[in-house]
C-alpha cells in the first residue's frame, strides 16, 4: 500500500494570504496525485488532477505541483470560501489519500 | 450532470451487515468510469473501499476485502455496497463516487453521503 502524508495537519491564515500544504508518498507516484476540497457535511470536491490540472470551474488561485514522492498544493490570495479540509490522493495504485489538512481563515 | 445517491440503512446492529445502494442519474453506468466507495469516519479521514466497472470487475480494499462486495445493477443505473461483520469502527459517513477514467484516475462526481452508525 502507497502511504500519503500531509502537513500540515491544521493551519490558519488571514485573506489574501499565501499557503501552501504538501503531501508525501511512500514511493514514487510519478503525477498521479489529486487534490480535493471538503466543507463541512459535504462530499469531497476534485480541486487539481494529475499534480497540476486545474478541474473545470475550479478558481486559478489553486495551483498544484510536484512529481515522484513529493507535492504542493498552493493557494494564493485566500478568500473566506477556501476554509475546508484538503486531502491529497494517489490514484497511481490502490487509491489511498491523505490524512487531511484543515485550513482556517481568520 | 451526473449526479449520485445513496440510499440505505442509517444504523445497524454489530456483527451485522451493511448495505447501500447508489444511484446514478444524467450519465449512463456503462460508460468508461468505474464507480466507487469511499468512508469517513466522523471527524477523520477518507478511506476507499471498492470499485466496480459496468462488466462486474472489482477491486477492492485490500484492509476490508474478505467483508466487502460491490455489485452493479445495470438495468437500474445503480451499484451497490455489503460490508459483512460489522464493528463501531466501521461507523461512517459513506460516500459512493464516480472515478473518472482519463489518464489520471480521479474522483469527479460524489454523492451527497449516507451515514451509517454500527451499535446496538
Known amino acids: 500500500d502507497i502511504q500519503m502524508t500531509q502537513s500540515p495537519s491544521s493551519l490558519s491564515a488571514s485573506v489574501g494570504d499565501r499557503v501552501t500544504i504538501t503531501c508525501r508518498a511512500s514511493?514514487?507516484?510519478?503525477?498521479?496525485l489529486n487534490w480535493y476540497q471538503q466543507k463541512p457535511g459535504e462530499a469531497p470536491k476534485v480541486l487539481i488532477y494529475g499534480a497540476s490540472t486545474l478541474q473545470s470551474g475550479v478558481p486559478s488561485r489553486f495551483s498544484g505541483s510536484g512529481s515522484g514522492t513529493d507535492f504542493t498544493l498552493a493557494i494564493s490570495s485566500l478568500q473566506f470560501e477556501d476554509s475546508a479540509t484538503y486531502f491529497c490522493?494517489?490514484?497511481?495504485?490502490?487509491?489511498?489519500f491523505g490524512q487531511g489538512t484543515r485550513l482556517e481563515i481568520k | 450532470q451526473v449526479q449520485l445517491q445513496e440510499s440505505g440503512p442509517g444504523l445497524v446492529q454489530p456483527s451485522g451487515t451493511l448495505s447501500l445502494t447508489c444511484a446514478v442519474s444524467?450519465?449512463?453506468?456503462?460508460?468508461?468510469?468505474?464507480w466507487s466507495w469511499v468512508r469517513q469516519p466522523p471527524g477523520k479521514g477518507l478511506e476507499w473501499i471498492g470499485e466496480?466497472?459496468?462488466?462486474?470487475?472489482?477491486n477492492y480494499n485490500p484492509s476490508l476485502k474478505s467483508r466487502v462486495t460491490i455489485s452493479v445493477d445495470k438495468s437500474k443505473n445503480q451499484f451497490s455496497l455489503k460490508l459483512t461483520s460489522v464493528t463501531a469502527a466501521d461507523t461512517a459517513v459513506y460516500y459512493c463516487?464516480?472515478?473518472?477514467?482519463?489518464?489520471?484516475?480521479?474522483?469527479?462526481?460524489w454523492g451527497q453521503g449516507n451515514l451509517v452508525t454500527v451499535f446496538s
Open positions: 514511493q514514487t507516484i510519478s503525477s498521479y
Open positions: 466496480i466497472y459496468h462488466s462486474g470487475s472489482t
Open positions: 463516487a464516480r472515478r473518472y477514467y482519463d489518464f489520471w484516475r480521479y474522483f469527479d462526481y
Open positions: 444524467g450519465g449512463s453506468i456503462s460508460n468508461s468510469n468505474w
Open positions: 490522493q494517489q490514484s497511481y495504485s490502490t487509491p489511498s
